[in-house]
């Protein structure tokens, strides 16, 4: 066992959570990280954790230290890991490193790898608000996942089960504080790449700044550019007619699109992905349940579907 690393470990939260109060992601940075691919998921190796203690006063000299060892071309990796941007690390701080760097980013990920429940389900999107990740699955195999930022805590993003309604390639947020307003310097809140999962809510999937805390929306999901883009094209909008809105009337869906579970409990401030243990951080799991149908429906639509469902 490392000395004082058990008191370190208790010290862990404070430090980094101080360090991400107004971090964001440079996504271009972590860009090449989340796409990085080597094949079946079958061959990807599993992946352990090492602990890296800050000892330097100087912050440039730390990021040096941590840059010498681990390279700087793994810098978004460790960013991503730890919600961190590693800009202002300070002696005492810990972060969590892991012993393969360069592996299929899949390696990486808090959700199973395979998830027996949804294996007669085509595309699954499973959204965990504790760990504040997403996982998509394919036929019950991990496609891709991501990290998140939901709702913060006077608007938080519902749990449950839904499916992605409509999408959009660009959209203006409703909640902006110019929303409406012809002004040229009017504050208006773009988002791209938008799905919605409820529509009475307005509660959307979209590209947006991604803090490195924890919650941090008005009730939406955040996600980064690359997974936006991603998830847009891979999932599945409602087939219906007669009209645009559910609330059209005579409007009828006819097939639900891809569904979404939004699982987990809220958090306040930063998501704590690994377990630190004395010798060594596991990184923490996401429990899914036995079956998807499990989690409550979120919407009378979905009320409506499982009636029919039998």
Known sequence: MRPLLALLTLMLAAPIARAQETSHFRQNVIAEVI??????????????????????????????????????????????????????????????????????????SPYPRYYPGARDIEKLLVLDKSIQAFGAYEWGKLTRWGIINTGTESARTPGGRFNVNWKEEYRISTLSPGYGSSAPDAELWEMYWVMN???????????????????????????????????????????KTGGEHISS???????????????????????????????????????????PYDIPAGTPQQQQFDRLRG
């Open 35 to 108: 796409e990085r691919r080597s094949g079946d998921l079958d061959d990807v190796p599993p992946v352990y954790y090492d602990y890296h203690v800050i000892e330097s006063d100087s912050r440039l000299e730390a990021r040096l230290k941590l840059y010498r060892r681990y390279g700087e071309e793994n810098k978004g990796l460790l960013q991503l890991l730890n919600r961190n941007d590693l800009e202002n690390l300070r002696p005492g701080d810990t972060l969590v490193v892991p012993t393969e760097l360069t592996l299929d980013f899949r390696a990486y």
């Open 249 to 291: 009337v005579g409007a009828t869906i006819h097939e639900q699109g891809t569904m979404v579970l939004v699982i987990g409990h809220d958090i306040v401030g930063q998501p704590n992905p690994f377990v630190f243990r004395d010798e060594y951080p596991v990184i923490r799991r996401v429990r899914l349940p036995a079956s």
């Open 197 to 239: 999962i409820h529509e009475t809510r307005g509660i959307h999937l979209h590209q947006y700044a991604l803090p490195m805390g924890g919650p941090a929306s008005h009730g939406c999901v955040r996600l980064s550019d690359p997974d936006a883009r991603w998830l847009y094209a891979w999932t599945d909008t409602w087939e």
